[in-house]
């Protein structure tokens, strides 16, 4: 038996109930992708992803990726196979146009799926992630020809895409990058220079390796204004569009990383490779955020998937694990399982709750990303995309730094053999710790928040999204009285996050550094508001359901708005601080306690 | 240069200002401890830490100890030496009484030189704490001629000293265990069973090791009333009192663990070995409880240690690393340290703020020891017992939840580079992971705060801890606009936590699983106060002083009086909201979302 199970139910449910998915099956193209094929598929793809990803999880821990002298990369044991069989089921080409073979399925379904494969074995799953980003670009900036030839192969997974952006001196400062591209006199360009933490940069599952490289051409303006993307082939391709010798590129070496070790982390060269422009001349930028608002919305997913796993080891531990008589609502149990201590019971609500809300969070952002292509009326369009735009950096870091708190509870629960590796639980905590720092840290995803999302139509947009969110005040008024407090909760933090949020609007225009001073408690504050509010959504949506899936919904609900949401204004008087405290050590107060 | 530099000053500070370090030099014994001494040796402690034992820490992790062939354990690569320069220096010995060749300094001079030598290398200094755990128990409750045989050896850190409690079913349960101790015509008993996670169980370190094992004799009380404590020498001691021949007892196994690779946590096979009992028979938790309180105060001092590692290297890193303009007040700054971006302040602050608050709670339950034992006014020495008694489970939850949030801090703050291995800022937070876990995890911890703590004299204990807290209003008060916030933030806090304090008083004894439910978030609000109010005191202390000194100590206490201290009343809902929602779901639907 697999040791994960695929949290299908959950993603349906969501699915329907929150994300609205019966309105998104009826937008043009996606009338083959009706809830009830979608929940078959889902569970499909679960089955797939326990039974075949799921046991090559450890092995790619304690056997990670390995450079060979001669520049190749050999994955971990078992991640070959399991990859072959990725490509033939197709799992991963569910959301592509069926133009180039592709599935024709919505976003938001291709995110569900990818849940569960991240799940399986995140390191794993990264392969065909980056691949998803690459080719994201591509259908959005490639010529015709360009995703003719890339894009079926490339879809089916046969080929895998790498994003190349990070340099030594350019990490968070993408302008800094100095790559070369010089023109050559047929069109292509010659690129030179060194990336570094490029995923999946080499390895050994795919025939193929189609990398996007950032570069800067002779003579291009200073910083992001002078960026062009460029695709960059492993192997050139013959005129028949047969692999033909290998491009100017190689892998130097694989970092030694604290987790994900299944995933080949590259330091690449490239020697006057050939590269193809993608789109126009400096204008790479605009690329790469394309690849980096589908990869930020897959890296929350990743803290999602991570914590699930680790949930479901946490509590299988805590129904097996008996420690002496635990103390219970009206007495004692002797000899009981550790799930019976209600400490270990407040650790498994917490790890719950947040799973399912940041899992609405995740899905309906995809959902949302749906409506922004595909919903037939351009003014639906527009607010859709406004919205994307505001929650991709809260789904980023609310899901990957509850990532780290919730797997990290997950170790707890099991006491000291959390602690040994054999168990499995510290891998999840290793493993899932990249994410609040690869595509934009998490810092900058509230830095991009204040700065580019709050301001979107002079601060309206997020007022009409926190007007949104009173909506379901009316509904939980209805509701009856075991909603009072999930209500009267949600409203009270709801209010304090509008004046944080009227703060943030006053003062960021005049004084920025003010409001930067705020970014992370106030994305906190945003972040748990939300998540109380899709848990109630789930919640009224689950009351005339099954009794015991309609009482769990509640629970899961009233315990959020009750007991977790509160922390919410404890982030209010943070955000609204100002930079005057952050400022007012130099460099030798920062360490004059420790110097002597 | 070491890459650690001692907090020498940060601690002689705190013990001045805040521990009252003068009078507890001024107790009987204590003569030749006055300040300047200590602070002196805490200078030579602290160059000893950092040019000795530091640069042992990587060596450690990469080169964790190895089990040999023939059961012995060969530690990291410099460790033996670094060890028996310890021994030949002295500074394990210093809080020992000159009786048994210790230094007869004050346990809060100890557990000063215990955080250097923590933060210099974790793994490397378990062996100390361990022995130290073992000498206290033996000064407690050892033989005068069992004190005379082994304290000097053990004092002087050339014997070595380990603490066996858990078997494989018997972890938190310490009642369960089975391990058999067969009484003997001589006096002796046959030791017999399993031990696991012995820390430093078997090394090369020091050439005896003494451990101490619980064990049950034959037909002994069931649980933890018949658990009995004996020393079990690694070699027997001949008459002239040299090491004789092996004992009955080796090293099965090391465990793989995610940290501290250095530190042996051993698999320890007794049979039939030779024990001598300490103390009576059936007292044995007595003695593992003196073990223990000493213990849990050190492993909140691990996680004070590796968050001042973690936050030193961090620092270095925000001032080096330049990616990009900063937002700053009043303006930009190009090409700036990344330590100019207002968020990476935040994370500094942060940390800095959290350290010195936890150094100083961790010091002055350090030095309310020291009055326990050494005051001459019994009033006082019986009282601060209490305070003890009260504020260990809070030094212990919180220097270990902490320290995994503030080394995840400054991991964040290297970005990539932090979850690189060779940058060394991952090995911080995967070493103190354990913290949280091992002498009673965090949650054992706050059921002991409810359990036992809160109700010591019908709850008086506590309220007088609060009433003490409140006396720094008047202070506070008088000291000026610039403490203001401070004083605000801290009374209304304060007023909180005496409201979620007589909620768990009233409830605690009618419905112990209410109370029990909101244990762990009364800890963390409890523990926010605290620590705000030894910042306050630290800041009030530092007014008169060296204006950069007054102005860095004042920053640090507003910043979190401001800013980190109002989410202390965050927790007071969870804290408050009783076992209902914890218990509502059954084990069906724990699994439910995630079951098909």
Same mark, same amino acid.
């Given at each position: 038996m697999s040791d994960y199970r695929p949290p299908v139910s959950d993603l349906a449910f969501i699915l329907e109930h929150i994300v609205g998915y019966d309105e998104i099956s009826q937008f043009p193209g996606?009338?083959?992708a009706d809830l009830d094929t979608v929940t078959g598929l889902l569970s499909e793809a679960g089955d797939f992803a326990a039974e075949v990803i799921a046991p090559t999880n450890r092995a790619g821990d304690t056997h990670g990726a390995v450079r060979n002298p001669d520049a190749t990369v050999t994955t971990s044991p078992g991640f070959?196979?399991?990859?072959?069989?990725? #490509?033939?089921?197709?799992?991963?080409?569910?959301?592509?146009?069926?133009?180039?073979?592709?599935g024709g399925f919505p976003a938001v379904v291709g995110l569900a799926i990818q849940e569960m494969l991240l799940g399986a074995n995140m390191a794993f799953s990264l392969a065909p992630l980056l691949t998803q980003g690459a080719i994201d670009?591509?259908?959005?900036?490639?010529?015709?020809?360009?995703?003719?030839?890339? !894009?079926?192969?490339? #879809?089916?997974?046969?080929?895998?895409?790498t994003m190349n952006l990070t340099e030594p001196q350019a990490g968070s400062d993408v302008g800094a990058l100095v790559t070369k591209a010089v023109p050559r006199d047929d069109g292509t360009f010659g690129i030179t220079g060194q990336k570094i933490f490029i995923t999946y940069g080499e390895h050994d599952m795919a025939e193929q390796i189609v990398h996007l490289v950032l570069a800067r051409t002779p003579g291009a303006p200073e910083g992001t204004a002078g960026i062009s993307c460029f695709i960059v082939p492993k192997f050139l391709l013959n005129e028949d569009e047969s692999l033909g010798e290998r491009n100017g590129v190689k892998v130097l070496s694989i970092e030694h990383k604290m987790g994900i070790h299944g995933s080949p982390t590259c330091v690449m060269e490239y020697d006057d490779a050939t590269g193809y422009l993608i789109g126009d001349l400096n204008k790479g930028m605009r690329i790469m955020?394309?690849?980096? =608002?589908?990869?930020?919305?897959? #890296?929350? =997913?990743?803290g999602v998937a991570l914590s699930e796993r680790a949930y479901q080891q946490s509590l299988a531990y805590a129904q097996e694990r008996h420690q002496g008589a635990a103390v219970v609502p009206g007495g004692i149990v002797p000899d009981a399982p550790i799930i019976d201590h209600p400490d270990v019971r407040r650790m498994l609500m917490t790890q719950k709750s947040f799973i *399912?809300?940041?899992?609405?969070?995740? !899905?309906? =952002?995809?959902?949302? *990303?749906?409506?922004?292509?595909?919903?037939?009326?351009? /003014? #639906?369009?527009?607010r859709a995309t406004e919205v994307v735009a505001l929650l991709t950096p809260i789904c980023k870091s609310m899901g990957t730094d509850l990532g780290n708190e919730l797997t990290s509870l997950a170790l707890q629960i099991h006491g000291g053999m959390g602690f040994i590796e054999e168990t499995g639980a510290a891998q999840h905590y290793r493993d899932v710790r990249i994410a609040a720092i690869y595509e934009g840290t998490n810092g900058i995803q509230a830095a991009d928040l204040i700065g580019r999302k709050l301001g979107v139509r002079g601060g309206a947009s997020v007022i009409e999204f926190l007007a949104q969110l009173r909506e379901l005040d009316g509904e !939980?008024?209805?509701?009856?009285?075991?909603?009072?407090?999930i209500r009267s909760n949600f409203i009270e933090q709801l209010d304090k996050l509008q004046q944080t949020t009227n703060w943030m609007l006053r003062t960021g225009a005049g004084d920025p550094a003010a409001a930067l001073s705020g970014s992370s408690p106030y994305l906190r504050q945003f972040g748990l508001v939300v998540l109380a509010w899709l848990l109630a959504k789930g919640a009224l949506a689950a009351a005339p359901l099954d009794p015991s899936v309609a009482e769990t919904r509640l629970v899961l609900a009233r315990f959020f708005a009750e007991q977790q949401l509160p922390a919410a204004?404890?982030?209010?008087?943070?955000?609204? $601080?100002?930079?005057? /405290? !952050?400022f007012a050590l130099?460099?030798?107060?920062? $360490?004059?306690?420790?110097?002597r």
């Open positions: 996606f009338e083959h070959k196979e399991a990859y072959a069989k990725l #490509v033939e089921a197709g799992w991963a080409s569910l959301p592509f146009p069926e133009e180039f073979d592709g670009a591509l259908l959005h900036y490639g010529s015709a020809e360009q995703k003719a030839l890339y !894009l079926p192969h490339m #879809v089916s997974g046969e080929w895998s895409g955020f394309v690849m980096m =608002n589908s990869a930020r919305l897959s #890296v929350g =997913n990743q *399912t809300a940041l899992r609405s969070l995740m !899905l309906y =952002n995809a959902g949302e *990303t749906d409506r922004s292509v595909h919903h037939p009326d351009p /003014d #639906v369009r527009a !939980l008024a209805g509701a009856g009285e075991e909603f009072a407090s204004s404890g982030f209010a008087a943070a955000a609204t $601080a100002g930079a005057t /405290d !952050l130099d460099a030798g107060q920062f $360490a004059d306690l420790v110097s």
